[in-house]
Each structure stands twice: as C-alpha cells, then as structure tokens.
C-alpha cells in the first residue's frame, strides 16, 4: 500500500509549504545562527542549573538539525489534524504549531547559549515573518535564559579575583539579573558601599565558539544561500573576529572605557564605569544601572517613545561618526531605560572600531545618495570598495531603488514614522532574491567594514518599527555628520549642544 492510499491526503497535499511564515522564520533562525555562530564556551545549561551541554562540533551540528526535525514532523501533523477541519478549528492548530515551535526553539537555543543563542536574540526583534508566539518565546533569550549554577559562578570568581564572591564582595546576590550568551549578571555591592553589575563568563564558553567556528564549510554554504554571487571568505572572517573577542572581557572593558569617557556627563546616554581591580578576562564588574527594559518602555506615552527613539539614533550614528566607533549588539536586552530619554548602554563585546578611510567613504556614500542625489558617484564608490563588480549592468533606476531604501529616512527635510512595516522592507530589502533587485544581490559584496554596521538596518531599525519612531531624521543626521555640523535641530539637540560646548568633554 502506497503513503498516498493509507493516510486519507496525498503526498501533495502532505508537502511542506515552503513559504509558510513558521518555517521561514525557522531558517531565518538556522542561517542567521549560523552566521553568528561564535559566542558560546559549550558547558551549557539545559534549562536546570549546572547541566552541561556537550562543546564538540558534531553534538552542537545534531542539536540544530533536531529543532528542524522536530519543527517539520509537528508542520506535517497539524497540515493533516487540519484539512477537514473548520476554518477556526485551523487557525487553533495554526496558534497550538506555532506556540510549540517557540518553546522547542527557545529551549534548544537558550541551552546551547553562544552563537546559537544570539540568533536567538536577533530573530526575537527582527520581523522576517516569525509569529508573535515564537517571537515572544525569544524575546527570553534577551536577558532570561537558564542560569548556571551558583556554584560554577563562585569557582570562575575564585579563579579570577582570587576568593569566593562573599569575600571579594560585601554582598552578592546569588540568583542573577541576567542570563545571555556568554554570561550571566550578578548584582553586587563593594567593599567601598558601591554597587555593581558583575558578568561572569560560563565556563567552557570558548570550547562551544571553538566548534562552531571550525565549521566554516557550513557557514559558507549558508552564505552561499544567502547571497549566491558573494565571496563569504571576508565576512565569515570579520564575524569571527568581532564574535571571538567578545570571549575577552579585558578587552570589552577597554571598549567600554572608550565609550564612557567619550559621553562622561552626557545628559541623555550613560554607559556604566569599569571596575578594573575588580575586572578579569572573564569577569566584568561595571557600574549598576537603574532603569527599566525595552517591553516596559513600550508602555510609556507617545511622547516618552519618541525621546527613546531620539536618543538610541543619536548613540548608534553620533558614535560612528564622531567616536569612529560602534556597538555591534543592538538588541533591547543591552539597554535600559529612564523617562525624558535617558538610556543606559550595556554590553560592549561585540564592538567595531573603524578607521579614518572606513567612516570616509560611509560620509562619501551619504554625500553622492543624499546630498547629491548622483546615483553615478555613488555607483563608482560601491564599486570602488567592492560591493559591485564593475562589469555588473543595473540601470540608474534599479540602483536608486534598491540603495536607495536605506537611506530613505534621511532623504528629505521632514518628518517620518519608521513603522513595523518599513523596518521589516528593510530586512526583506537586504535579503530578497526573487525581487526586481536579484541582480543587485546576486553579484554583491560586503566589505568587512561593512558587516557589523549592517546590524543597524537589521537590528536597530527594528526596534525603531517597534516603538513607531517618529522625526525629522535628516536635520539630526545634520547635526552628527562631521561634513554638514548642522544647529540642533530638537530640543534634545539644544541641550547636547550645550553639553558639548560646556569644554569638559570631547564632542559627541
């Protein structure tokens, strides 16, 4: 007896919808993982405290294939519970598929922790047709994931400062404030009476990037999905490089320090200060910051937002420009909140640093696309630093369409709302093969100065669509790029203005 005749559907009708937004999202979740896979030292936890995970490559490859497993074998059971059900009886099994497919996911994800669970993360504030009940699910990664056991968190603190947390410590709370990738957050007090945040580093986090990361056939067959004309050999190595430093807790302190004596005294960002004596590479003490998260941010009044809004657009570009510097995590987990658009930033490990000539030809693109309006200059710039080939045949038109779109936002002198729906055009934008822009992404490249400062239009920009930003992004562009030096141009901009010009802090 034929698959066909013994079940009462055909292998038809049994065929995986490939455009289901579920099973997009899963891939979404696999590529981007795999992508940033590069965060973890493997003795993860599998929900329980102190429950390790294996750390070689072939465990952590077959962890991933069962969440696809699992997520196509309960696709196929609820296509079949659903096709002679009533049409309300679907959409129950549609919520029923989609809620166990956040949990198996968010599970799988948050006990493998590192790279895996920074996919995780990004998926959670990334639009890209993911259902509400899975992207809610992610959104745990943030902050929420399974802790490791205290014990495993005294023996890193006894290895690196030398005693037990009660002695190095005046107090220190046991349960954390934060579980992510890589670490977990425990809030402290020192001996002086000062309280702290201090993230420590899962032990074996190194050993699971390790594995991942050997994996470089995988990851370049991933890219090769993503983008068929691409050479992945550049931003396979960039994202290696930025992904492996943040094992170095030394080294983001020295980010950090960077950041924080760049905006020390700014009225509206506050980055937290480095605790040295108390710092490692693999515990990081800094400054406690009060304040609220992103969903309870999202409560506040229209007004209170767009102040939010205002502010996380003046850190990400102000720092690019001005700092030649950027935070390359932009996830709601990494900010914490005050009315009147005040935002503490945290969590600077993944961190580019760009040179003079890199944030040149960013200022150049900005100047032929926006201020010029030569989509020819701005062909001959691309080219130059190798995003297109110079033999590559796209019409005037076709090339301002598609660039075009990122820097809509700042085309104009006006007023425009970043809605869920331009922020999720801004992903589907940079990822679309089968649109009128496939030549366009077939034959390009991203130079690795380019890869980091993607996660803006990915990352950024959508919480922007979450919050429903609202300005008059140009006239703030023209006040944080160092070509135009623009007035303020909102009250925020007044008062930085007057921070700056106060002489005791360099210009930001």
């Known amino acids: 007896m034929s698959d066909a005749t013994r079940l009462p559907i055909s292998r038809a009708e049994l065929k995986l919808d490939l455009k289901s937004p579920v099973l997009i999202g899963a891939a979404g979740i696999a590529v981007c993982g795999l992508l940033y896979v590069a965060a973890s030292r493997a003795r993860s936890w599998s929900g329980k405290p102190g429950a390790f995970i294996p750390t070689n490559r072939a465990r952590r490859t077959a962890t991933l294939a069962q969440v696809g497993a699992k997520t196509g074998t309960n696709f196929v059971s609820m296509k079949a519970r659903g096709l002679l059900a009533t049409q309300e009886r679907r959409g129950e099994l ?29 998926a959670s504030y990334l639009d890209q047709g993911l259902p509400e009940p899975v992207r809610q699910a992610l959104a745990q990664l943030q902050s929420n994931a399974p802790p490791m056991a205290y014990s495993l968190v005294a023996q890193v603190i006894q290895e690196e400062l030398g005693g037990d ?12 404030l934060a579980a992510a ?57 960039e994202l290696q490089d930025r992904l492996v430093e943040e094992l170095d807790y030394l080294l983001e302190a020295d980010h950090q320090r960077l950041f924080s004596g760049a905006y020390s005294g700014h009225p509206y960002i506050h980055i937290p200060e480095v605790f040295d004596e108390l710092s490692t590479s693999r515990v990081l003490t800094t400054e406690f910051a009060e304040g609220v998260s992103f969903s309870e941010a999202m409560t506040w009044s229209d007004e209170e937002r767009q102040l939010t809004a205002e502010c996380l657009y003046r850190f990400a570009f102000g720092s690019i420009y001005q700092l030649h510097a950027f935070n390359g995590d932009p996830h709601p987990g990494n900010y914490v909140f005050r009315p009147g658009g005040q935002i503490t930033f945290l969590d600077f490990g993944l961190c580019k640093r760009f040179t003079h ?15 010029d309006r030569d989509i020819g200059a701005f062909r001959s710039i691309i080219q130059g630093i190798g995003i297109l080939p110079p033999d590559l045949v796209v019409e005037d038109a076709v090339m301002q369409e598609y660039f075009g779109h990122f820097y809509e936002f700042v085309m104009e002198e006006t007023v425009m709302e970043i809605t869920p729906e331009y922020s999720s055009q801004s992903v589907r934008q940079f990822f679309d093969l089968s649109g009128p822009h496939a030549a366009i992404m077939k034959a390009a490249n991203l130079p690795p100065s380019m890869v980091i400062i993607q996660r803006i239009n990915l990352g950024l920009f959508a919480l922007f669509g979450d919050l429903q930003a609202r300005g008059n992004w140009r006239l703030i562009a023209e006040e944080l790029w160092p070509f135009t030096h623009a007035a303020p141009s909102t009250p925020m901009g007044v008062r930085i203005a007057a921070w700056q010009g106060s002489g005791t802090t360099p210009p930001i």
């Open 94 to 122: 549609r919520e029923a598929f989609e809620l166990q497919t956040a949990e198996q996911v968010t599970e799988v994800l948050g006990n493998m922790r590192g790279a895996m669970m920074k996919l995780g993360q990004m």
């Open 165 to 176: 947390p009660d002695e190095v410590f005046a107090e220190f709370e046991r349960d954390p």
């Open 181 to 237: 990738s890589i670490g977990q957050v425990h809030l402290a007090t020192t001996h002086a009476g000062q309280k702290v945040a201090v993230k420590v580093q899962y032990p074996g986090v190194d050993q699971a990037i390790a594995s991942d990361l050997e994996n470089t056939e995988l990851l370049f067959q991933m890219m090769g999905m993503l983008f068929p004309g691409m050479d992945p050999g550049p931003i396979v190595a």
């Open 357 to 371: 000539d890199e944030v040149q030809v960013f200022e150049q693109m900005i100047q032929a696309m926006v201020l």
